[in-house]
């Protein structure tokens, strides 16, 4: 503890480790032992409190913290360079707001700014086996999830950081894959590319996973699924797995203006012409597409995908029997057809025809030819109705007891024909209080007896 008190305490210490550091006259072996004794002294802060740590890093902040290890990062010895970033790590995994206001509170041109000295530490691999330090590093500054975490950290808001990373920094990124993806075919195969761009892949993912509209635009205007797809060509399978789980990334988004995106440039071919050539093959790569392809069978959201997908490749999909979900978005395909075709249908005199079948359904609000008689039974004023008792058995009239007339259709109401001294009236009004017609009740008619009114013959 009093190893990481004291130089905090120690104003004249502090000067003198910053100013060497700083100074260009220093010689590179006495810069290396600067360098590792800086490094110890983040070391030992770790076992302060939170606040104590925070505190004993704003404090050498005071003396030129992040310009010294900006110096250590453009210094041209790999040993000064790794120490350097063991730095960061260690600093950006609780204070990560520390490096991103300093970040902000540059003015230099964009090459000599923090962030774009580290992206390209990582895309020039300069030093291969920090790679992976610099792409955690650089996921752990622009995770949009952990500038929120640090609620109570000097940082700032979380779309100034985006806006400045997608405008200063973006390209700095993209420019790798920018580069060997201009034509159909990667123009730089090799292993170590190979490797570089996976690991920028990995970045892009984390930005198309926390960030929305920042990634969204860049990715529709720059198009970047497109790019990424030509990696498809590489002969280095992790490459390929990395390019088709990018795609599923953003598929998995449900992003309508990604799928309208996909649909328009015609993003998928690239994916159904690869699968197509590698056959039936038992691999990663080829269980990675299907589980594209069966993502976008079971998304509810996906209609525009699943119909873009069976219009366009499903005579190069329907020779694909190993599996059935190429059969799964083809039948769906044609529900959603037969669904959106009977919404659309013609209806005349009330009946509806279904022009995908040939068959016809009667419009359930039009009235049969019994609701139609009854009607027009009461509207002449006959004392003689036609006997009801010889209807088709396809009606559903109850019927009064002990005459002839139906009981009108439930729902249906006639209250300008039937006069109150009318003996139907009479009779309808009496078994109102003798038979109970409630819809709601829970009583099986089955199991209930049916209750027979009985009336005078008076």
Not at 185 to 197: G, I, Q, R
Not at 327 to 334: A, G, S, T, V
Not at 447 to 453: I, L, R
């Amino acid at each position: 503890m009093e190893c990481t008190t004291k130089p905090g305490e120690d104003k004249v210490f502090l000067c003198e480790l910053f100013t060497q550091i700083q100074d260009t006259s220093t010689s590179e072996g006495q810069f290396q032992e600067l360098a590792f004794l800086l490094r110890e002294i983040v070391v030992y802060s770790l076992s302060l409190e939170v606040k104590d740590r925070a505190r004993f890093y704003k404090h050498l902040c005071s003396f030129g913290f992040m310009v010294s290890i900006e110096i250590m990062l453009t210094y041209e010895v790999g040993v000064v360079v790794a120490t350097a970033v063991d730095i960061l790590v260690m600093v950006s995994e609780y204070h990560s707001s520390i490096l991103r206001d300093y970040i902000l509170s540059e003015t230099q041109d964009e090459d000599g700014q923090f962030l774009n000295i580290l992206l390209s530490l990582l895309v020039d691999s300069q030093y291969p086996e920090i790679d992976v330090q610099l792409v955690g590093l650089v996921k752990m500054l622009i995770d949009s999830e952990n500038i929120m975490a640090e609620a109570g950290a000097p940082t700032t808001e979380k779309s100034l950081f985006l806006n400045h990373f997608y405008k200063y920094s973006m390209h700095r990124l993209m420019a790798p894959l920018m580069a060997q993806t201009a034509t159909e075919t990667v123009s730089k195969d090799t292993s170590h590319n190979a490797v570089l761009l996976s690991h920028i892949l990995d970045i892009l993912s984390l930005c198309v996973e926390r960030h929305t509209y920042h990634i969204r635009n860049y990715v529709i205007d720059k198009n970047v699924l497109g790019r990424v797809l030509v990696l498809l060509t590489s002969s280095h399978t992790h490459l390929a797995l990395a390019a088709v789980r990018f795609c599923r990334k953003i598929v998995g988004l449900r992003d309508e203006f990604y799928n309208r995106y996909i649909v328009r440039n015609n993003l998928l071919a690239p994916i159904v012409r690869f699968f197509v050539a590698q056959g039936q093959r038992y691999n990663l790569l080829n269980s990675a597409i299907i589980e594209l392809f069966e993502y976008i069978h079971k998304e509810k959201d996906a209609k525009s995908l699943v119909s873009y997908i069976v219009e366009n490749f499903m005579p190069s999909l329907d020779t694909v029997d190993y599996v059935n979900t190429f059969q799964c978005l083809k039948l769906r395909h044609e529900q959603e057809m037969d669904r959106c075709s009977q919404l659309s249908e013609p209806m005349v005199g009330g009946i509806i025809r279904a022009e995908v079948s040939g068959r016809y359904r009667r419009d359930p609000r039009q009235l049969d030819e019994d609701e139609e008689a009854w009607f027009d039974t009461d509207e002449g004023g006959s004392s003689s109705p036609p006997d009801y008792r010889q209807v088709s058995k396809h009606t559903n009239h109850t019927y009064v007891a002990g005459t002839n007339s139906p009981r009108p259709p439930v729902g249906l109401h006639r209250t300008n024909s039937m006069p109150p001294d009318s003996k139907l009236y009479s009779i309808s009004t009496a078994l109102q209080s003798l038979v109970d017609y409630d819809e709601d009740s829970d009583e099986d008619p089955e199991d209930t007896p049916a209750k027979q009114p009985k009336l005078n013959s008076t």
